[in-house]
Nanobody, 126 residues
């Protein structure tokens, strides 16, 4: 049974960092494209960062490029999202997601996601 469990969210002041993580079980993370999505109240869930298998390509939303870094530790079956210089408008629930073996033609799209975690709240205060 596939399970994704996020942790490491929390509250931070604007400009600060957070590093949520996602522990996966029921499968081997190295064989699948994985990503982070977020959803703020009243907004649709949007792709933030995705990491592929194999060559390990990464994809980022334009709004987070240069500030966020997605990574994976296959030995620990864990996905990470290092978030720096956080902004108040990035307050949202952040979700870990597993896609297929291929990230798809639009890697940040929700349609590629087969499994979701329960989410972790990130609150950025000004």
């Amino acid at each position: 049974q596939v399970q994704l469990v996020e942790s490491g969210g929390g509250s931070v002041q604007a400009g600060g960092p957070l590093r949520p993580s996602c522990a996966a079980s029921g499968y081997t993370t190295s064989g699948y494209c994985m990503g982070w999505f977020r959803q703020a109240p009243g907004n649709e869930r949007e792709g933030v960062a995705v990491i592929s298998t194999g060559v390990t390509l990464t994809y980022y939303a334009d709004s987070v490029g240069g500030r966020f870094t997605i990574s994976r530790d296959n030995a620990k079956n864990t996905l990470y999202l290092q978030m720096n210089s956080l902004k108040p408008e990035e307050t949202a629930v952040y979700y870990c997601a597993r896609q297929g073996a291929w990230c798809g033609s639009v890697p940040l799209s929700r349609v590629n996601v087969a499994y979701w975690g329960q989410g972790t709240q990130v609150t950025v205060s000004s």
